[in-house]
Every structure is written in C-alpha cells, then in structure tokens.
C-alpha cells in the first residue's frame, strides 16, 4: 500500500509540472497574439485580460491527456532507470499493479478532461464569441486613447483627452481627416477640428462621432482652393467590422446537452470531438505503461521521443476523421470513435500483451548462446 502511494504521488507531482510548465508557455503564446492585435487596433485592449481567460480551457483540451502520458512514462521511467522498479517486482508488484495504478491517475484525468471538454469549453467559446460581438458595439471598448491617432476607415482621427470615465466617452479637441477620391474632383480632403465631442450608439447599434461647434477646412487637390466652414453639430459614421455570422453547422459554442438532443450531423461530430480527449486518457495510460518499463541502461527519457510521436499521431488521426466526417466521406458511425478503438487493438494490446512462446523462444536462444560461449 505505500508503495502504490508513492507511485501514484510520483506520477500526479510529475503531470502537475509538466502541466503547468506547458500551459504556462501556451498561454504566453496567447497573450502575446492577442496583444500584438489590440496593438493594430483590431480588438480593444479592456477586452485582452477576457479573452486571455477563455482560451485556457481551449489549452487544457489537449494539455491534460497528454501530461497524463508524459507524467506516467517520465515517472515510472525514471523508476526503471533507478532500479526501483527492480526492488517493487521483488517485493510482489506486478504490472497488473502499475497498470491499476495509472488506471486511478487516468479516471481523475478523465474527470477533469470531462469537466473541461464538455462544459468549460463550449461555455468559454460561447461568451468569448458575446465578448467579441458587444465589444464592437460598445463605445467603452472602441480603440481610442487620448493623444493618438485612431484609423477608422476612410477617416483618421486625433483626440487630445478621452474622458473614459463618462458614460458617453466624452472627448476634447478633436481633429478628423478625411481624404476624398472623385473621377470629376480629383482629391479632396476635409479636415475638421472642434473643441469638444462624444460617442454615440443608435437604435441600430451604430456608432457615430458627435463633434460640437467647430471648422471644417476643405482643400481640393486639383485647384489648390481652400475652403472654411463653420458648424454647430457634425455626426461623423465610424465603421465597424462586420459581425461573423454563426450559422447552423458551427456547434463550437453549443452546450453539450443540446448537442445531444440535436439530430444535426455537425451536431453530432462536435459531440464526438468533445468525448474524444475522455478516451485518450485512458488509451494513453494502458500505452505509458509498457513504454515506460526500460532497461535501467537505456535512460529515463529513452522511450519519450516515440511515446510522444504516437500521441501527434493519435491526434492527427482524429482530425482527419474530423474532416472526413465533415465532408461526409465517412459515416457518423463510428466516426472519430474508430481513432481510439484503432489505438487500443494495433498499439496498446500488442505493447501489453505478453507471450509466453516469446519469452521460452528467447529463453532458448539465449541458453544456446551460453552453452556455445562455455
């Protein structure tokens, strides 16, 4: 019993850094592709932190089955190098033992997995899509700051103060140019200026530019005039981008009880892609544990490199069955089920699968080689 403690401790410290390290970098990752887009002024900066926050499940989806595997090779590896597991077989454990063992580790990972997967995920993609569509609509989240300059369209705008405070985002001397191309004109260009001004939202949820009591100065390219104009109250349009229409074959943000009840195929693929990293914790439990069972010469990380080869493999695997399911080359049917089932039948049996005809013949040749070296 304490043995089976220590190996379980040992493997869960071991997946509880390698997922944490991991998840560390990806989400660095994140941060900075997501900053390097509020810098070019295609998301607002307030929103940065939000969107931070629900990519992680998106992270986890992955990061959890896979420190699940690397957690149980690197430990029971590492054990096998150390001649631990030598000292564990003499003392009465079996792999029977090792494998009921990580079979715990991997039922808590598949909790986990199932939490994330199942809800967290469709939940985080769903209010990060919300996010992402109020942001543009919301005058609070347009990228304006004060003493910059602000592209929107054909109009590029310069702003001493932003009041972010107030309600309508109240702003001081604001200057706006407008470059306009005619075929009869040529180029013109306005340049308006006013002391004071706010943002507005309509009934149709577009946004506009209120300027108060200031000049606009036309200057027409082609005949070098100049002309000055006063007004009281100018209305100035500030495009947005056009919001992505979700349609029906986009499930990503569907929670997991409606995707049951739905009979939509795209429905059901999603479903499926959903329950998939449940499997692979489990499929990769069974496959650590031969693998991580190495001669104490060859190293702890002697079998890492292939262990982690036949992960990208699995992975790939079922985003080609994805896509085939999509394009409807293969059935529902077993769909992305066949990847695992596939997994457990040409991989995890034959590495667990000990013959005893083997073992005799190998015995055998090896008494032959002895008698001949005597």
Known sequence: MILQKYIFKD????????????????????????????????????????????????????????????????????????????????????????????????????????????????????EQKVLSETSKSNPNYLPIESGKFSNFGDYTIYIQKVDSDSAQKNLDQVFVVKNIYSLNKGKTSEFICSNKGYLKTDNQKKQWLVLEKGFIYRNDYKTGSLEKSQFRLIEIPIPTEEKVEYDESNFKGTRTSDLIKSNNIKAKIELQWRIAPIFACFIFAFIAVPLSMINPRQGRFARLGPAILLFVCYYLALLSFRNLLNSGTIPLYPGMYLVPLLFIILVAIPLNLESPKIKFKKRKQLNKKESKGS
């Open 11 to 126: 493997i869960v410290k071991v997946q509880f850094v390698c997922f944490f390290v991991l998840f560390a970098v990806f989400l660095c990752q994140t941060v900075i592709k997501l900053l390097s887009r509020a810098a070019s002024g295609s998301i607002p900066v307030k929103v940065v932190s939000e969107l931070v926050l629900y990519s992680m499940p998106n992270l986890a989806y992955i990061l959890i089955p896979m420190t699940l595997y690397v957690g149980i090779i690197v430990s029971l590896s590492r054990m096998s190098s150390d001649s631990e597991m030598v000292v564990m077989k003499s003392v009465g454990l079996s792999g029977y033992s090792f494998m009921k063992i990580c079979s715990g580790v991997a039922l808590i990972s598949s909790v986990l997995t199932a939490i994330n997967s199942l809800y967290l995920l469709p939940h985080a993609t769903y």
